[in-house]
C-alpha cells in the first residue's frame, strides 16, 4: 500500500487533476525501458518497452497504477462527462431481452431489468406459463464481474449446462443445473475455452472440448498459452475426472474441436477448426441408438483438409445438410449422404446467390436461411430439396445480429412451426419477433419501451471509392433536422477483418452521441465478410493496408460530403478494431481530432507469442518469415510511431485481465506514442481492472467506461 500512496502522489504531483486547456502539454509517467533488440532476417527492431509485456512485473503494475492515476482523473474533470454519465444511465435502463430457445415445451431466454450488471436467464414452461428465474448471474460475484457466456439445455428440458466467465477471461467453466429446482449439480468442469455444449439424445451427458492441466508447477492463470485441445463426453453426476476423452489429434497440438448432436440424436459432427481462418475439417462419428449412444465408435473423416467453410445445419437420417463455402465466393447449401460420403456425391440443394449466406437452420418443415445483401439481413425460406419457399420479411434497414458469443440470433427446431429472432437497426434495440411458419405470419414477442423514439433518426447507406477504386459501404445516421455544414462532430468506426461483417446493430453510446448533434458513420471495409471469401482475403496478410486505406477514404468522404471536416472527426475501433485506428492514425495524423484504439493488436512482430495469437495467422501472417516481416513491418502500430509527429488527442482502452489481445499491446503502444507526442493534445490510456476483452462486462462498468470515452470524444471534436 506504502508503495501505490507513493506512486500517485508522484503521478498526481505533476499532472492536473481537471481537464487540461487544449495548448497544455501533459507530462506522462516514465515507461520501464531496456536494450532489447531484436534481429529479424538481419533487420535489427529495437523493443525497448518489451518489460511492459510482463504485467505482473512491479514494474508494469506500477505504470499501470500511474497511468490510471493520470487518466482518470482528466477523464472525470471533463465537463461533459456528467451530464453524458447521466443520459448513459437513462437510456440504458430499458427490459431488454435475449434470444428465445424452445426446448421440450420450455421457453428459456435472457432478460435484464435495465441496469442489472449481467443478465438474468428465465424459463417458461409452455407458451402461457409464469416467467421464472433461472440462473442469476448477478448473484455469482458482489461486482457483477461473473457472466453466463453460453447455455444449452439438454432434449429432455431437465438440465441446464451453462458456462461462466470471470472479469471478462475466455477462460470458462461448465456447471449443470437442475431446471426443475434451480440447483446446481456438485460437479465443476474447469480448463475450457472456446468451447461449445452438445447433449446427446438421452440427456445424460454432454460434449464439450477443455485443454489440459498445466504442467506441474506451471500457473494454470489467466495468459496460458493454449495448445492440445481435447474433444470430451461428461455425464451429469460425475467428476470431471471421469470425463470421457472422445476425440483428439495429439500430432496437431493447435487443433481445436467444436462438437454438434443432429437433433435425431444419432450423429456426432465434430468441425475441427486450426485457428481463425473460416476452414475446417468435419469427422463424423455414429453414436447409433440415440438412447443409448455409442461413444467410442469409428469416426468418418468426411472432410479431411482445411480449404472451406462448414457448418452442420441439420439432418434427413443419413443426409447431412451444411452451409458450406465450398467452391463458391458467398456459400451454398450441400446434402452429404454419409452412406455415399465421396464428395462426387455431395448435392447442392441451395446454390449460391447473390447474396451472401451468413446462417441456415432446419425449422418447421424446411430450411430458414439468412442472407446479407450490403451489409444488411435477409431472411428466406426453401424446401428440404431447395426450391423457394418465400421471404420473411424484416422490419427495414437493420439485421438478424451475429453476436460473437451468443450466435446468430435466430432459432427454430425440425417440425416445430415457431421461429425465433431478433431484429436490430442502428436506432432499434435488439428486439425478439416469432414467426409462425405455419401461418406465415409474425409478431413481436416483447416489446421494448424506450425513452427515446426510433423515428427520429435516420439511417443512409452510401458507396465511396477506396484508393484503388474499390467500392466501399458505409452507413451514416444522425437525428433528423441535423445540418451538412461541415461543422458536425462524427464518429467514424470499423473493422475490417476475420470475415466479421459489420451489421447495422442499437448501441446506447452511439445514441448518446447522436443526441448531442454527431454523426455515426459505420464503414463496411475489406477484410470482413460483408461479400465473401474474395472481399475478405483482399484485406488480409499483405493486402492488409487496403483496410486502412478504406479506412481513410471514408473519412475523407465524410470530409468532402459535408457531413464533417478533420477537426471534428474521430475514430475508433476494438480488437482487430483497435490495429485499424492504430494503423490508420500513424499513417494519417492529421486526418483527426480524436483516435480511440480499444483492446487493440498493436505489436504485429509478436502478437502470435501470445495465449490464441498464434490463431490469427490466416488474416494477419506472423514475423517468422521474411516476407509476413517485410509487410507487417510496414503499418504495425508500435513500429510506426514516429518521434516528433504532432498526434490528435488519442484515449486507448485495455483491460488487464484480457487473455485474448494481451495488454502489452496497448501497454507498449501507449508508451511510445506518449514519448513521440510533439503536438499539444493528450494521449491517454484507460486500463480497466477486473476486465477482459470486452465480453460479459457489468453494466455499471460499461456506462463508467463509455462515458470517459463519449466525452473524450465529444470534448476533442467540439
Do not use: C
Not at 527492431?45 to 518489460?51: I, L, N
Not at 435425431?264 to 477448426?273: E, N, Q, S
Request: glycine share 10%.
Amino acid at each position: 500500500m506504502l508503495r501505490r500512496s507513493l506512486v500517485l502522489a508522484l503521478v498526481l504531483s505533476m499532472t492536473m487533476t481537471t481537464v487540461p486547456a487544449r495548448a497544455q502539454r501533459l507530462s506522462y509517467p516514465q515507461a520501464p525501458r531496456g536494450p532489447v533488440v531484436d534481429d529479424y532476417f538481419g533487420t535489427k527492431v529495437a523493443d525497448p518497452y518489451r518489460g511492459l509485456e510482463d504485467v505482473d512485473a512491479p514494474a508494469t503494475r506500477a505504470w499501470v497504477e500511474a497511468q490510471n492515476a493520470l487518466s482518470l482523473p482528466l477523464l472525470a474533470g471533463l465537463p461533459e462527462r456528467e451530464a453524458i454519465r447521466q443520459r448513459l444511465t437513462q437510456l440504458w435502463n430499458y427490459e431488454r431481452y435475449g434470444l428465445v430457445h424452445k426446448v421440450a415445451g420450455r421457453y428459456f431466454y435472457a432478460k435484464n431489468d435495465g441496469l442489472q450488471n449481467q443478465s438474468v436467464l428465465y424459463v417458461q414452461d409452455g407458451r402461457d406459463g409464469a416467467p421464472r428465474a433461472l440462473l442469476d448471474p448477478n448473484l455469482l460475484a458482489a461486482d457483477g464481474t461473473v457472466a453466463l457466456t453460453d447455455y444449452e439445455v439438454s432434449p429432455d428440458g431437465r438440465w441446464l449446462a451453462y458456462a461462466t466467465a470471470a472479469a471478462g477471461s475466455d477462460w470458462n467453466e461448465i456447471r449443470v443445473r437442475g431446471v426443475a429446482d434451480a440447483k446446481d449439480q456438485d460437479e465443476v468442469l474447469r480448463r475450457i475455452k472456446f468451447s461449445s455444449i452438445a447433449w446427446t439424445r438421452d440427456a445424460k451427458g454432454f460434449f464439450y472440448s477443455r485443454y489440459p492441466d498445466p504442467p506441474q508447477g506451471g500457473s494454470g492463470g489467466t495468459f496460458d498459452d493454449l495448445a492440445q485441445q481435447k474433444l470430451y463426453y461428461h455425464r451429469v453426476g460425475t467428476p470431471q475426472s471421469e470425463d470421457l476423452l472422445v476425440y483428439a489429434v495429439p500430432e496437431e497440438p493447435k487443433w481445436g474441436y467444436v462438437p454438434k448432436v443432429t437433433e435425431d440424436g444419432r450423429y456426432l459432427v465434430i468441425t475441427i477448426w486450426r485457428g481463425s481462418a473460416n476452414e475446417y475439417r468435419v469427422h463424423v462419428r455414429d453414436l447409433g441408438d440415440p438412447l443409448q449412444p455409442r461413444l467410442d465408435g469409428p469416426v468418418l473423416k468426411l472432410v479431411d483438409a482445411f480449404e472451406a467453410e462448414y457448418a452442420l445445419i441439420g439432418n434427413v437420417g443419413p443426409r447431412l445438410y451444411f452451409r458450406t463455402s465450398l467452391g463458391v465466393e458467398r456459400g451454398r447449401i450441400v446434402a452429404v449422404d454419409l452412406d455415399q460420403p465421396a464428395r462426387e456425391h455431395w448435392v447442392t440443394v441451395v446454390p449460391e446467390q447473390a447474396d451472401t449466406l451468413q446462417h441456415a437452420l432446419f425449422a418447421g418443415d424446411g430450411i430458414v436461411a439468412l442472407y446479407m445483401r450490403d451489409a444488411t439481413s435477409r431472411l428466406r425460406r426453401y424446401a428440404l430439396d431447395g426450391k423457394p419457399a418465400g421471404e420473411i420479411a424484416l422490419p427495414g434497414l437493420g439485421s438478424v445480429p451475429d453476436l460473437s458469443l451468443g450466435g446468430v440470433q435466430i432459432s427454430g427446431h425440425p417440425g416445430d412451426d415457431e421461429l425465433f429472432y431478433s431484429y436490430t437497426s442502428f436506432s432499434q434495440p435488439a428486439t425478439n419477433y416469432v414467426h409462425d411458419l405455419a401461418r406465415n405470419e409474425g409478431r413481436v414477442l416483447q416489446p421494448l419501451r424506450l425513452a427515446f423514439e426510433p423515428s427520429d433518426y435516420v439511417t443512409e447507406q452510401v458507396f465511396y471509392p477506396s484508393v484503388d477504386g474499390t467500392r466501399i459501404p458505409m452507413f451514416i445516421t444522425y437525428k433528423k433536422g441535423l445540418k451538412r455544414d461541415n461543422d458536425n462532430p462524427t464518429h467514424l468506426y470499423g473493422y475490417g477483418g476475420f470475415e466479421i461483417s459489420l451489421t447495422p446493430s442499437f448501441s446506447v453510446p452511439n445514441l448518446v452521441w447522436m443526441e448531442r448533434g454527431g454523426v455515426f458513420a459505420q464503414a463496411n471495409l475489406r477484410g470482413g465478410g460483408e461479400y465473401g471469401r474474395a472481399w475478405h482475403e483482399a484485406g488480409t496478410k499483405e493486402r492488409k493496408q487496403n483496410v486502412f486505406d478504406d479506412f481513410a477514404a471514408a473519412a475523407k468522404y465524410l470530409i468532402s460530403n459535408g457531413w464533417t471536416r478533420s477537426r471534428h472527426l474521430a475514430i475508433s475501433g476494438r480488437s482487430n478494431g483497435g490495429l485499424l485506428v492504430g494503423a490508420t492514425l500513424n499513417q494519417h495524423p492529421g486526418l483527426f481530432a480524436a483516435a480511440l484504439p480499444a483492446v487493440g493488436v498493436m505489436d504485429m512482430l509478436r502478437y502470435h507469442r501470445f495465449t490464441i495469437g498464434w490463431a490469427w495467422a490466416g488474416d494477419y501472417g506472423t514475423a517468422e518469415t521474411k516476407e509476413g516481416f517485410d509487410y507487417l513491418r510496414r503499418y504495425s502500430p508500435l513500429h510506426n510511431v514516429r518521434k516528433g509527429t504532432k498526434y490528435p488527442a488519442v484515449l486507448v482502452t485495455t483491460a488487464d485481465h484480457d487473455d485474448r489481445v494481451v495488454p502489452g499491446h496497448s501497454y507498449k503502444y501507449t508508451a511510445a506514442l506518449q514519448a513521440a507526442q510533439a503536438g499539444d493534445k493528450p494521449i491517454l490510456i484507460r486500463i480497466d481492472v477486473k476486465a477482459g476483452h470486452g465480453a460479459g462486462k457489468p453494466v455499471g462498468k460499461l456506462i463508467e467506461e463509455e462515458a470517459d470515452k463519449l466525452a473524450f470524444m465529444d470534448h476533442y471534436t467540439r
